[in-house]
């Protein structure tokens, strides 16, 4: 099986620094030309699905690259699933606050935060174990019927991409050691069943097995 990974076009959120997760913010122009760049790199390959989450930088990346790959004399339209349990992480009151706002706001909390970021949630957000669960699961749905000789694209952000390359494809590789550069393609060759077997594994450790957790 083959697995093209992206993240999503740079949004305006991103220009300014700013956490953000819930927020759905559109793409800038740079953002729509990486979009645009996505599209020229996958041109000629075979897609068998695209998969994304439902949130609005996803949506515009996605539209912008399937327009892109429209174009081509041979183009042939790619199934898209959208999924909500891949949209990114809530960070409750961090959302739309840079890191030198939330030290000032909150010092104890964001130097936790540093120390231990898996173990750390900020008031209001979503708990990084609830979203690692919610995000393996929405994966479990899409290659439960997947077949080995199938070419997928996952076009996502930056938290459920390091989720699955550090967990799920390399796991010699630590989660904030995965980095995603904007308007580049990532391409995995992987075996579909190793990849589910490890992905049941994921599921079913759940949270206990992760309490003492530093880093992935």
Not at 95 to 124: H, N, S
Not at 139 to 158: I, K, M, Q
């Amino acid at each position: 099986m083959e697995l093209y990974l992206a993240r999503h076009g740079q949004s305006v959120r991103n220009v300014d620094g700013q956490f953000y997760g819930r927020l759905d913010p559109h793409l800038t122009p740079l953002g729509q030309q990486q979009a645009q760049a996505l599209g020229q790199a996958l041109s000629g390959k075979r897609i068998d699905r695209l998969v994304t989450s439902r949130m609005q930088r996803t949506q515009e990346t996605a539209q912008i690259i399937a327009d892109s790959l429209k174009a081509e004399n041979n183009f042939q339209a790619f199934p898209w699933t959208q999924e909500a349990d891949l949209n990114e992480r809530d960070l409750g009151v961090w959302e739309g606050k840079t890191a030198q706002e939330i030290e000032a706001l909150d010092p104890k909390t964001w130097w936790e935060y540093i120390d231990q970021p898996f173990l750390t949630t900020p008031a209001e957000a979503e708990s990084y174990f609830a979203f690692r669960d919610r995000v393996l699961r929405a994966l479990f749905r899409v290659f439960s019927s997947a077949s080995d000789e199938g070419s997928y694209f996952l076009l996502g952000h930056h938290g459920w991409l390091r989720l699955l390359v550090s967990r799920l494809l390399n796991l010699e590789v630590k989660y904030f050691d995965c980095h995603f550069t904007q308007g580049k393609i990532y391409r995995y060759a992987i075996d579909l069943t190793l990849f589910l077997d490890r992905l049941i594994e994921a599921i079913e450790e759940g949270d206990e097995g992760c309490q003492n957790m530093v880093e992935i």
